[in-house]
C-alpha cells in the first residue's frame, strides 16, 4: 500500500519515450516529487501495440516498470495502440490525475515522430494551459543509441552475493561466476555503475542494471557459465 503524499494539490507527470534518457527523466521526477512531497506518474506513448514492441522498446519498458516499482512511484502508464497524437494522450492522462507539473526531455521532439509540424513543446504548452513545464537537457550524443553514454565494454562476470541475496559484478574469471557477458560503465562515475549484458541459453542479448557492483535488474534467465557448480 502506498503512503499518502503530503501534497495532494500538486502532481508530477514525467514523460518517457525509448532511449537512456528515459530513466534519467523518472529520477528527476522522483527528486522534484520527494522535495513537493507529492504523487509522481510516469507515461510513455506509442502507436504500435505492446506486443508488437521490438525487444529494445520491451527491455526500456521493462526497466522502467523496475525503476518505478523501486522508486514508489504512484503508477507507470503505458498508452500503447494510440491512434491520436502524444500531445492529445499527455493532456488526456494529465488531466485524469490532476498534473500541475510535466518533465520531458529535449529530445522528445525529434523522438515522437507524429509530431511533424511546429516545436512539440509549443503544441503540448498551447494544450496544457496552467500546468507548468519542465524541460530536462539532454546530451545530444543521447539520442542516437545508449550505448554512447558509457565507456567502452568490458567482459564481466556476475557472481552470487549471499550476504546481499543479489548478484555481484566481478572481472575475474572464477567457479563462482554464473553470467560472462559485456560490462559499459556510465561515463562520469567514479563506481561501477552501468548496464551488464549477456547472451542467454536462447542467443538472445539480455541487459540488467548495475550500481555499486550488484545487480539490481530481475535476473529470469538460467546462469550462461559452463560448469558453474
Known sequence: ????????DESILVCVYYGPNGERL?????????????????????????????????GY???????????????????????????????????QHNITQIIIGQSAQN???????????????????????HIVSVDRTLKSTDDMIYEKGVRGFLQKDEEKEAYRLSFARSKHNLYEGIFYKEIGTDFNNGIFKFVNS?????????????????LTDPPNVKNHN
Open 1 to 8: 500500500m502506498k503512503k499518502i503524499r503530503g501534497r495532494m
Open 26 to 58: 523518472i529520477r528527476r521526477g522522483h527528486k522534484l516529487a520527494q522535495i513537493m512531497d507529492c504523487p509522481l506518474y510516469v507515461l510513455t506513448v506509442d502507436a504500435l501495440p505492446y506486443d508488437e514492441f521490438d525487444a529494445e522498446k520491451s
Open 61 to 95: 519498458v521493462e526497466r522502467w516498470k523496475e525503476l518505478c516499482d523501486e522508486l514508489d512511484v504512484e503508477d507507470f502508464i503505458i498508452r500503447d495502440n494510440e491512434r491520436r497524437s502524444s500531445v492529445k494522450a499527455i493532456k488526456e492522462v494529465a488531466h
Open 111 to 133: 523522438r515522437w515522430e507524429e509530431i511533424t509540424k511546429g516545436s512539440f513543446v509549443n503544441v503540448l504548452l498551447r494544450e496544457i494551459t496552467f500546468i507548468d513545464l
Open 202 to 218: 536462447k542467443g538472445k542479448t539480455c541487459q540488467v542494471h548495475v550500481t555499486e557492483d550488484i545487480c539490481t535488474g530481475k
